[in-house]
T-cell receptor
Framework: NAGVMQNPRHLVRRRGQEARLRCSPMKGHSHVYWYRQLPEEGLKFMVY????????ESGMPKERFSAEFPKEGPSILRIQQVVRGDSAAYFC??????????????FGPGTRLTVT | GESVGLHLPTLSVQEGDNSIINCAYSNSASDYFIWYKQESGKGPQFIIDIRSNMDKRQGQRVTVLLNKTVKHLSLQIAATQPGDSAVYFC???????????FGAGTQVVVTP
């Protein structure tokens, strides 16, 4: 069973461009979480999705950021008009059940976004 | 070696010694707590978790202790090995949430 897959692993964008980060959860996992990590800091929750639904987006900036988890295909975190402050590592995690109800979150290797 | 809170970001431990990593969590209503290990360039890896109705849980070479009175969580690693060198994060969550709230992390460096 392959783990959580994220691509690309490294992404360089110029200010004003769009960044699209992809996450394929583990097989059988219908819960996906996105986190952002700045250098030497902990992970900060952004958004929690189930198939076709956003459950909790309380950690996601209201502007420029969006996320989806379609019925078919990977979850996508989209950042429009990137700015230097968006440079960070973005991690996706998946679980078979909601965390805390037996659903351990398994993390992917992350996408390191650099905005120049 | 022992860290005191997350304001001491680096813990140096001699190989073979026991490590104690501490975490002060923020939400007295949290239902569960998890310790993750993150190696450079990788995603966090689950180590061990504990529910709020427990005060101790043991795994392979690791023990997590929970003190709800002072909102304190610790991870003990027995016979620390070079492969234990990493950043360790505590995380807390509520059953009604999906998200995890992470602490800032402690860098553990194992010296020969």
């Amino acid at each position: 069973n392959a783990g959580v897959m994220q691509n690309p692993r490294h992404l360089v964008r110029r200010r004003g461009q769009e960044a699209r980060l992809r996450c394929s959860p583990m097989k059988g996992h219908s819960h996906v979480y996105w986190y952002r990590q700045l250098p030497e800091e902990g992970l900060k929750f952004m958004v929690y999705l189930q198939k076709e639904n956003i459950i909790d987006e309380s950690g996601m900036p209201k502007e420029r950021f969006s996320a989806e988890f379609p019925k078919e295909g990977p979850s996508i975190l989209r950042i429009q008009q990137v700015v230097r402050g968006d440079s960070a590592a973005y991690f996706c995690a998946s679980s078979p059940l909601p965390t805390g109800r037996g659903g351990e979150q398994y993390f992917g290797p992350g996408t390191r976004l650099t905005v120049t | 070696g022992e860290s005191v809170g997350l304001h001491l970001p680096t813990l140096s431990v001699q190989e073979g010694d026991n490590s104690i990593i501490n975490c002060a969590y923020s939400n007295s209503a949290s239902d569960y707590f998890i310790w993750y290990k993150q190696e450079s360039g990788k995603g966090p890896q689950f180590i061990i978790d504990i529910r709020s109705n427990m005060d101790k849980r043991q795994g392979q070479r690791v023990t997590v202790l929970l003190n709800k009175t002072v909102k304190h969580l610790s991870l003990q690693i027995a016979a620390t090995q070079p492969g234990d060198s990493a950043v360790y994060f505590c995380a807390e969550g509520l059953d009604s949430w999906g998200k995890l709230q992470f602490g800032a992390g402690t860098q553990v460096v194992v010296t020969p």
